[in-house]
């Protein structure tokens, strides 16, 4: 992606999915984890976050799933968000795939429905033929990618996720990256948008674009090329 040192521009009909303007919040009195922080998203597409530990990263995600509220600011999201974390033990619940599959759904889906989006899900991430494969049976790559369709199969088209390669082997990370970086493609029918926390740098190569988060604030969207430059 070409360099621009004003930013990336945002599409003003996207960015109006979420509000999220002057935020701050604080998990103690006297001291701010976000101070006056704002996010827009310029568009579909892998879009990652990177910064120190305590910079505000995982709070921005648990505000804007809904987990918590702001204490200042204007927040407002008309995305269905799904939110990933790194360790994928922590979101899986049901013995087999389809089972745990099965949460994600809209109560409303007939027993084909459920099948149809069940196997739609497993194939999206490289899982097929895997509906009723015992989940202790995964290895952690298999449990990301699990995890990740339950997120895509609830029909998220926000996806949060919270460093979901931290845990995995070199393959697995690079194939948790093509997976995201092709459902957010905007050439595809119905991409989901992805926000994604790294600390590995060497991952921003994937990315539409990147922000880094400083002391509770968030900076300009810029390549991921660019802001590895400029972390370097």
């Known amino acids: 992606m070409k360099v621009n040192l004003k930013g990336i521009a945002d599409s003003s009909e996207f960015s109006k999915n979420l509000v999220f303007e002057n935020i701050s919040y604080s998990w103690k ?8 922080c704002s996010l827009s998203i310029p568009g579909p597409g892998l879009w990652m976050l990177v910064g120190a530990n305590g910079s505000g990263k995982s709070t921005l995600f648990h505000l804007i799933s809904g987990l918590i509220v702001p204490n200042n600011g204007q927040f407002r999201c008309f995305f269905k ?11 899986l619940l049901l013995p087999s795939c389809a089972s745990d599959l099965l949460l994600s759904l809209s109560p ?11 196997k739609c899900a497993l194939n999206q991430v490289g899982l097929n033929g895997m509906a009723e ?67 590995r740098l060497e991952e921003l190569t994937y990315c539409d674009g990147a922000a880094i988060m400083k002391q509770g604030r968030l900076g300009q969207w810029f390549s991921g090329d660019y802001v590895i430059r400029t972390m370097q």
């Open 29 to 36: 009195p006297g001291s701010n984890t976000l101070d006056q």
């Open 108 to 118: 409303g889906m007939n027993a084909l429905q459920r099948n149809q989006y069940i």
């Open 133 to 199: 494969r015992p989940i202790h049976t995964l290895s952690g790559g298999q449990k990301q990618r699990l995890a990740l369709a339950g997120a895509l199969a609830s029909q998220a088209n926000l996806l949060l996720l919270d460093e979901p390669t931290a845990l995995l082997d070199p393959a697995s990370q690079i194939s948790i990256l093509e997976i995201v970086r092709k459902i957010s493609r905007k050439s595809n029918e119905n991409p989901v948008t992805a926000l994604w926390i790294t600390h």
């Open 81 to 91: 968000t799904a939110l990933m974390l790194q360790n994928p033990d922590r979101q």
